[in-house]
């Protein structure tokens, strides 16, 4: 395997490449990826300067390319500007580029985030493989090629090698997950009041799910449709910390609504019927306009000991008018002891919801009739799951279509509360902006 085979056995396919002549009478190209270490991010990395010998300080040969990986689209052509600076400058000099050692920021290079220096190190948010590469001789290539990350750093960060040593510094580093990448992110040292901030913003796990023929029976098991095709379904959780925490979930749905600001909002949820009267008397307290809903449910079996056996239940359920975040926040106390008892309660912004009577499913000998909840077409449906504890989102609108690796930083980020990160898109860490 040559080097541009590592690459884009660890990186994907490459999305682009500069030419720049000076590194092009060298055999050097610079070339880039997307969505690589994680996805949304940027990487950019020499390709060719390892066929150039670099030496150490105490004499000894080695082989690098030269990487940096950034989250900005915007910072794009700043991030090329240090790769080709960085890479003619160890063709020019000769030198390699040390572990633990930082350079100072060039002038006019990300001067709008505040870096002082680059820190050199291994690209440890890849595969460790990837790491190092062993040469292909039938290419002409070294024995052993190094790709070599550098990471913006600010003046604290230098302080902070320099007080406690390149060590440390490292092990503080490898804790991170992806923050390194965002260009807007706090100093690791020196901004204890940022830090903490960041550290209690409530952090999501959001999950495209994809959308089958028995995705409303399979995963969502509910007695409710969209008309028409369903064009996206998300599963929101929140971070492992507080994940399965319902009163945690209850309290970032009444933000996330809220943000929105979509009011009027219809809450829909089951009622036992024997709290019939309460939930009314609660209602008229609040002056809230309401609907009530029966919903039927009749199982047929056949059996060859017992004969054919049936059964009938009802459920009954409100929905409910929301006009502002004073009601939502009264609902969502009332009845969210529902969705602790993973009964249904979902929210949606249509007030056209109606009843489809007596669909018929059967399993194996089982024949079952039931009613189902039906939003019309052009609908967004969240829905409460998991004992409360996640939560689903579900839209035919073309507000929430989008494509989360694309879009998200434009669209989803815009619709969640300030204090809210995503740290996770479709199983993949994700360094929220």
């Known amino acids: 395997m040559n080097y541009i085979e590592h690459l884009e056995k660890h990186c994907g396919k490459m999305t682009g490449h500069l030419e720049i002549e000076e590194l092009q009478e060298q055999a050097i190209q610079l070339v880039q990826f997307q969505n690589v270490p994680f996805a949304n991010a940027t990487t950019v990395t020499s390709l060719g300067l390892s066929r150039h010998s670099l030496q150490f300080e ?7 390319e030269v990487m940096l990986s950034v989250m900005q689209r915007e910072a794009e052509s700043d991030l090329i500007e240090l790769d080709y600076h960085l890479t003619l400058e160890a063709l020019k000099t000769g030198h390699a580029y040390d572990l633990g050692e930082y350079l100072p920021m060039p002038d006019g290079v990300l001067s709008k985030y505040g870096f002082a220096a680059l820190y050199v190190t291994t690209p440890f948010y890849f595969e460790e493989s990837f790491q190092v590469h062993k040469g292909d001789a039938a290419s002409g290539e070294p024995e052993t090629v190094l ?13 902070y090698i320099e007080q406690y040593g390149v060590d440390e510094f490292n092990d503080m580093l490898y804790e991170t997950e992806m923050q390194l990448l965002n ?74 609504l809220n943000h929105q600001n979509r009011f009027p909002i219809y ?19 609040h002056h809230m306009s309401f609907t009530s809903h029966v919903l039927s449910k009749q199982k047929q079996t056949d059996g060859w000991l017992r004969g054919k056996r049936t059964s009938s239940s009802e459920s009954h359920y409100f929905t409910v008018k929301i006009e502002d975040a004073k009601i939502l926040e009264l609902i969502l106390e009332h009845a969210y002891e529902n969705a602790f008892m993973n009964e249904l309660f979902m929210f949606s912004y249509s007030d056209r919801l109606s009843i489809q009577r007596e669909v018929e499913t059967t399993y194996r000998k089982t024949r079952v009739l039931e009613d189902r909840f ?42 969640l509360p300030s204090d809210t990160v995503i740290r996770q898109l479709n199983g993949e860490w994700f360094a929220d902006l």
């Open 147 to 159: 790709p070599v990350w550098f990471v913006p750093i600010f003046a604290s960060e230098v302080a």
């Open 183 to 256: 260009l807007k992110r706090h100093p690791l040292f020196g901004d204890d009041g940022a830090i903490e901030a960041l550290n209690a913003k409530r952090q999501l796990f959001v999950l495209e799910c994809e959308i089958t023929d028995d995705f409303f029976e399979d995963d969502i098991q509910r007695p409710l449709v969209l008309e028409g095709p369903l064009n996206k379904a998300y599963e929101i959780n929140l971070d492992s910390e507080a994940q399965g925490n319902a009163v945690e979930t209850q309290t970032f749905l009444f933000d996330f």
């Open 374 to 415: 039906v939003y019309p077409e052009e609908s967004t449906v969240v829905i409460v799951s998991h004992d409360g504890a996640m939560l689903y989102l579900l839209s035919n609108e073309e507000y929430f279509a989008y494509d989360l690796r694309t879009d998200w930083a434009k669209r989803l980020r815009q619709q």
């Open 267 to 285: 809450a829909t949820f089951f009622a036992f019927q024997e709290e019939d009267k309460e939930n009314r008397s609660f209602f008229a307290q």
């Open 58 to 64: 105490n004499g000894s040969i080695v082989h690098q």
